[in-house]
């Protein structure tokens, strides 16, 4: 009962404090130069929530879709009446400062990471069921880049291209966020792993446990002879067309980026394309959007701890330089994991 009472009264005073913060906070759209520090208040603690003192946050490619193409996201969040959030960032790993009104789970001092929206900012409001602890063995800023890109390698691969141990697998964009998982996650699923990818990539890509690694600069994997069980598209450089040719007759596809070109015309073209050829054609392809889930997460977190998956990073950024760090995203020349730090 006294630890209860505690907590409130450590939420309690948090809020009634009125702090400000620093947040990287879109004013605009079009392009990183949208994208200002400002000092803005706290969030307040509502029912099941934790404040979360931010000390890595991953960028993602939906933040830099998001910051290009936030009109029409935005007509699309009224349309779907959602919050819109001015604060880039959805995945969050820190040290919980403290306990919002019925949330059990979390105590001031946890290392926690997860996923939370309006990540890019000193202070984090999370669901506590939105988040776990916090490995000692795991950085922060290994922790932060596990939700959007760990789930969604996770679920690319485990839940529907459904790899099983000794089917061949290729990943067309190995080298980015999103690839440097999906490797290792096809690796610890038991199946035989061909990574493409650029130059720039080839040997983090081979370090974390790739086959065959092709060098898309120096070699059209299309031409080779091989065929595969499961093509997962991270990259969307390729047309649909060529990428099916690499499977087997009974081999699926799935699609998992967007293409950086071409806006937001050029990623519901790509969408459309697939959803043509698997309801009105019935072709073995699949577009899904990862789901939060705290579950696959913890697997994540699971197969960390068992040695099987090491988060790969490429450049940390401090959230007074974390418009750069979108605009890096941005050039698709990021290998792995690009974090912001606080």
Do not use: C
């Not at 009125?18 to 994208?35: H, P």
């Not at 070699?219 to 990428?243: G, K, M, N, Q």
């Amino acid at each position: 009962m006294s630890g209860a009472t505690g907590v409130r009264e450590t939420a309690h005073t948090t809020e009634d404090k009125g702090n400000t913060m620093k947040a990287l906070v879109q004013e605009g759209y079009g392009s990183a130069d949208a994208l200002h520090l400002r000092d803005i208040p706290r969030p307040a603690l509502i029912e099941g929530s934790v404040l979360v003192r931010m000390r890595a946050a991953s960028v993602n490619a939906l933040d830099w879709h998001t910051t290009h193409g936030g009109l029409l996201l935005e007509i699309i969040a009224k349309l779907m009446r959602q919050k819109d959030e001015p604060v880039r960032g959805v995945d969050v790993a820190g040290t919980v400062e403290a306990v919002g009104p019925n949330a059990t789970r979390f105590k001031p001092g946890d290392e926690v990471f997860g996923g939370a929206p309006a990540s890019f900012a000193e202070y984090v409001r999370a669901r506590e069921d939105r988040l776990l602890l916090k490995p000692s063995d795991v950085s922060f800023e290994q922790a932060a880049t596990l939700g959007v890109a760990g789930r969604t390698a996770l679920q690319g691969l485990r839940d529907h291209a459904q790899i099983k141990p000794g089917q061949r697998v290729l990943i067309h964009g190995a080298g980015g966020g999103v690839g440097t998982f999906a490797v290792q996650i096809a690796k610890a699923l038991g199946a035989h792993v061909t990574a493409v990818t650029g130059p720039r990539n080839v040997d983090i890509t081979r370090s974390l446990g790739a086959d065959e690694v092709i060098d898309y600069s120096k070699e059209d994997f299309v031409r080779r002879p091989e065929r595969y069980d499961a093509v997962v598209d991270i990259s969307a450089t390729r047309s649909l067309a060529d990428l099916r040719r690499v499977l087997s007759p009974t081999g699926m596809f799935v699609q998992v980026g967007a293409p950086k070109s071409g806006g937001w015309i050029g990623i519901f073209g790509r969408i459309l394309n697939v959803m043509v050829r698997s309801r009105v054609l019935h072709q073995r392809v699949k577009f899904y959007v990862a789901q939060s889930n705290i579950d696959d997460l913890a697997y994540l977190r699971d197969l960390i701890e068992a040695g099987k998956l090491r988060p790969a990073i490429d450049r940390t950024y401090p959230l007074s330089e974390a418009r750069e760090a979108l605009r890096y995203v941005g050039t698709g020349q990021a290998r792995a994991k690009v974090v912001i730090t606080a």
